[in-house]
């Protein structure tokens, strides 16, 4: 079971000039402690309740931080779980992908889905579709995805955007493409678009264990009616581990056991108290060596 670190939270003590150091101290602990990937949010607000935060509590943007930790690491993957469609130009958005995996040397994904922060969105000016446009700008960005990173120049046309001469140079590192992760558990659209262009899924394990497998089984039954190998996909999972609170050591590994056991090959965490470091340490001493 590969472990991953997402980092959700940007509030430490000493405020906001212990952001970037304490960073530098998370990723580079989290790297040497063995975890294999490392993740952000794609928000502007903080969500309403994560660990006990307001929505005016700190939040950094997504890709500028992932560039900072790709200079900080050298063998950690990199990712956005996941990228709001909403929020980007498809084109720009695959230029920092790009981007990012060329300066990380190869270690980035693309995560992405189709956002769901109205509040956030309207906020900031931001315009928020309804739910099924947002999906189909989802389906416009993984076309476009796959389209560009099968060659150096292309024109796109999709449903709700076009791209003429949209160029692909310089190429991503990763072969053959950066990693697709969508994340969520739609069982019609989200779950069919992963069987159709993604290399991985994540699913948040909040929604409880019985509708993780109801989504895993669906997806199966997607690649079958696709042609898709389902064991192709990388099945990613999302959870909050408070070491230094209720959880205990014991406790994260039966939970990826059962993880494991349903077929989930990556486990990511985050935590609330992750800013102490000892939390990375704990999973570098008594949790990565014994499922990795």
């Known amino acids: 079971m590969k472990i991953g670190l997402q980092i959700p939270s940007f509030k430490y003590p000493g405020g906001t000039v212990?952001?970037?150091?304490?960073?530098?101290?998370?990723?580079?602990?989290?790297?040497?402690?063995g975890f294999y990937s490392l993740w952000v949010m794609d928000?502007?607000?903080?969500?309403?309740?994560?660990?006990?935060?307001?929505?005016?509590?700190?939040?950094?943007?997504?890709?500028?931080?992932?560039?900072?930790?790709?200079g900080l690491t050298e063998k950690a993957y990199l990712g956005v779980l996941v990228t709001g469609v909403i929020y980007r130009h498809p084109a720009v958005l695959m230029k920092m992908v790009n981007t990012l995996d060329i300066l990380s040397g190869g270690r980035a994904y693309l995560g992405i889905g189709a956002a769901w922060y109205e509040e956030e969105a309207?906020?900031?000016?931001?315009?928020?579709?309804?739910?099924?446009?947002?999906?189909?700008?989802?389906?416009?960005?993984?076309?476009l995805a796959k389209t560009l990173w099968s060659g150096d120049e292309v024109s796109f046309e999709g449903q709700h955007f076009s791209a003429p001469a949209i160029t692909n140079n310089?190429?991503?590192?990763s072969q053959p493409h950066p990693r697709i992760m969508i994340g969520g558990t739609g069982l019609n659209k989200t779950l069919r678009m992963v069987a159709q262009?993604?290399?991985?899924?994540?699913?948040?394990?909040?929604?409880?264990?019985e509708?993780?497998?109801?989504?895993?089984?669906?997806?199966?039954?997607?690649?079958?009616?696709?042609?898709?190998?389902?064991?192709?996909?990388?099945?990613?999972?999302?959870?909050t581990v408070h070491i230094s609170g209720k959880d205990t050591v014991d406790g994260v590994l039966s939970r990826?056991?059962?993880?494991?056991?349903?077929?989930?090959?990556?486990?990511?965490?985050?935590?609330?108290?992750?800013?102490?470091?000892?939390?990375?340490?704990?999973f570098g001493k008594e949790i990565i060596p014994v499922v990795g």
Request: aromatic share 10%; with cysteine.
């Open 197 to 209: 262009y993604a290399d991985a899924c994540n699913i948040g394990d909040w929604v409880g264990t």
């Open 170 to 173: 310089p190429r991503p590192l």
């Open 122 to 143: 309207k906020g900031h000016g931001i315009p928020y579709p309804s739910t099924s446009e947002r999906f189909e700008l989802l389906e416009d960005n993984l076309k």
């Open 211 to 239: 509708k993780m497998q109801k989504a895993l089984d669906r997806l199966k039954e997607h690649c079958e009616a696709l042609g898709r190998d389902y064991d192709s996909i990388e099945k990613t999972s999302l959870s």
């Open 256 to 282: 990826i056991k059962v993880l494991s056991e349903m077929g989930f090959t990556h486990a990511i965490f985050n935590m609330p108290d992750v800013y102490e470091i000892t939390p990375l340490e704990t």
């Open 18 to 33: 212990a952001i970037r150091p304490k960073l530098k101290e998370i990723v580079t602990t989290a790297e040497e402690s």
């Open 43 to 70: 928000h502007y607000y903080q969500i309403k309740g994560l660990f006990g935060e307001a929505y005016t509590d700190p939040m950094m943007e997504s890709y500028t931080t992932l560039g900072y930790f790709a």
